[in-house]
């Protein structure tokens, strides 16, 4: 592999507490909660009633009439964010080699509400040649990043990971990997997902929900939030990035995978596979344990996932695990499931930005086997050189993602 570094020069974002980064980031340290009592979506007939929605999302102020005819909603907050990301870059793709920008996007659900519309309609109508004939064209996930790079006029590879919540980790791996690789300059990389009632009602069967809002890490969390969203980080070739003067938020160093293949749902109780992936992500970039200042958590509210994960840096980080920060901005935007990661990933480079470690918000009382640093409820100041994003998903795909200050 070549000795191309990696650097993030642009960022979208569409959030439950807020769309663009400077909203983002400002609701974000302030500790807004965008779980909420579900207004999109009726939950009454469910055990739960609270999730995370993107209220203030009007896909007019990014798209064009037709655009939105031919999108489903998880393609038009990708496009959105991906428009975000280009301008927040400040690059010109009409100006560069399109064969040299890539799209690398992850999700869970792909486009759940074109299902859930095609089967409202044959269920009150009988007939499912009442389904508009544009309407499949639009479920496949691969629309997702066709979508953008149809948008942006990108001819360079594009690829969908569909690894769950793990996604976005992975679309940023897979971006990382082309550029390292010299294929191509930049990736438009990242993760989005929309409300799914599917995704809602599935994890209501699993008693995976919480009845008010999450609580990552707390004694008395009692699950996650389903919600949705987008992230949108724009990787580019440092060199590329130097010529052109370009912005840069911080640097990828690289990244690890790892599968536990334990359970669908469940992951292993010995952590193996977050391990795996932690090891590696270590092993591939050759930091050291105590240069790691901050972690950005996968940390969904589970009773079983936040244990698992405390025991993984723990048994990764040793005596640096009570003295190295973690937390979870899931406490505030619920689990965008695909776009979590991705989320997360250009939450992590804003931290690392403006030397903020955004807080775990609505932690009350401490739980003995989540004994490490939250930061419960309130930002802190700290500078942050090396940064950790992990995510864990179902089906046992983990990720580590290594991001660090730019310093030429």
Same mark, same amino acid.
Request: proline letters at 5%.
């Given at each position: ?7 993030? &020069? ?7 507490? %807020? ?24 939950? *009454? ?18 798209? &064009? ?34 064969? $040299?920008?890539? !799209? ?12 859930? /519309? ?24 691969? +629309? ?30 897979? %971006? ?7 294929? !191509? ?15 809602? *009602? ?6 995976? +929900? ?15 939030? !389903? ?41 292993? @109780? ?9 090891? /590696? ?32 840096? $723990? ?14 901005? $899931? ?27 955004? @807080? ?18 309130? @930002? ?27 310093? %030429?």
């Amino acid at each position: 592999m070549s000795q191309n570094r990696v650097v993030i &020069t642009g960022l979208g974002l569409v959030t439950p507490i %807020g769309i663009g980064n400077d909203t983002f980031w400002k609701a974000a340290v302030a500790g807004k909660n965008g779980v909420r009592p579900l207004v999109q979506f009726d939950p *009454t007939e469910f055990r739960t009633k609270t999730g995370g929605e993107v209220l203030d999302f009007n896909p007019s102020s990014y798209l &064009t009439d037709e655009e939105i005819e031919r999108m489903g909603r998880s393609s038009q907050f990708a496009v959105s964010a991906a428009k975000m990301a280009v301008e927040d870059a400040g690059i010109s793709i009409g100006e560069e080699n399109p064969y $040299k920008f890539a !799209v690398c996007m992850g999700t869970t659900m792909g486009e759940p509400q074109i299902l859930e /519309k095609g089967v409202k309609i044959k269920y009150k109508t009988g007939d499912a040649s009442d389904i508009p004939s544009d309407l499949p064209r639009q479920y496949p996930c691969g +629309t997702i990043p066709a979508n953008v790079a149809r948008t942006l006029k990108t001819k360079g590879p594009i690829i969908i990971t569909p690894t769950a919540c793990a996604a976005g980790n992975y679309a940023i791996g897979y %971006g990382y990997d082309l550029i390292q690789l010299g294929k !191509v300059d930049v990736v438009v990389s990242g993760g989005s997902d929309p409300f799914s009632g599917i995704a809602f *009602t599935g994890f209501n069967r699993l008693l995976a +929900t919480t009845s008010d809002v999450c609580r990552p890490f707390d004694l008395n969390r009692n699950g996650m939030a !389903v919600s949705e969203g987008a992230g949108i980080l724009i990787l580019e070739r440092l060199e590329h990035a130097l010529a052109r003067g370009a912005k840069i938020y911080a640097e990828i160093l690289g990244y690890g995978l790892g599968c536990d293949a334990y359970k669908m749902t469940i992951p292993d @109780p010995a952590g193996s596979g977050g391990i795996m992936a932690f090891k /590696k992500a270590i092993h591939n970039t050759g930091i050291a344990l105590e240069d790691i200042d901050y972690i950005s958590a996968h940390g969904t509210g589970t009773v079983e996932n936040d244990k698992i994960e405390t025991l993984i840096v $723990k048994e990764i980080l040793k005596e640096h695990a009570c003295k190295t920060p973690m937390s979870s901005i $899931k406490s505030m935007i619920g689990h965008t499931m695909g776009a979590a990661s991705a989320i997360e990933a250009a939450a992590c480079a804003l931290m690392i930005q403006n030397n903020v470690m955004l @807080p775990t918000i609505n932690y009350k009382d401490p739980d003995p086997e989540c004994d490490l640093d939250c930061v419960p409820n309130i @930002p802190k100041e700290k500078e942050l050189n090396t940064v950790i994003s992990n995510a864990y998903a179902f089906a046992g795909n983990c990720s580590s993602l290594v991001l660090r200050k730019y310093k %030429g």
